[in-house]
């Protein structure tokens, strides 16, 4: 059975840090592509950002680049998202995601395999 689960969600506040975990199981995720998505209230789910199989690569979206890392421990299989100065529109359930190739994408249809999400809140 494969299974993604997120941890590492919270309320905090602006300016603050959290670093979420994906911990994966069930399948060989170190071959394969790992991304973050979020989904605030109200708001379509968004790509956050993704990591190639080896982790050599990475890719964000402009509203994250510089205040986010994503980086993965292919041993653990595990995917981590450090992300500094938080901002209120931050706020939002982070799923994390296993991708249909090795390579990232930035599209939801790119990713096979979901994680339940973890509640990221950022207070002012």
């Known amino acids: 059975q494969v299974q993604l689960v997120e941890s590492g969600g919270g309320l905090v506040q602006a300016g603050d840090s959290l670093r979420l975990s994906c911990a994966a199981s069930?399948?060989?995720?170190?071959?394969?592509?790992m991304g973050w998505f979020r989904q605030a209230p109200g708001k379509e789910r968004e790509f956050v950002a993704a990591?190639?199989?080896?982790?050599?690569?990475?890719y964000y979206a402009g509203s994250v680049r510089g205040r986010f890392t994503i980086s993965r421990d292919r041993v653990k299989n595990t995917v981590y998202l450090q992300m500094n100065s938080l901002k209120l529109e931050d706020t939002a359930v982070y799923y994390c995601?296993?991708?249909?190739?090795?390579?990232?994408?930035?599209?939801?249809?790119?990713?096979?395999?979901w994680g339940q999400g973890t509640q990221v809140t950022v207070s002012s």
């Open positions: 995601a296993s991708g249909t190739g090795s390579w990232y994408a930035t599209s939801a249809m790119g990713y096979h395999y």
């Open positions: 990591i190639n199989w080896s982790g050599t690569s990475t």
């Open positions: 069930g399948r060989a995720f170190s071959n394969y592509a």
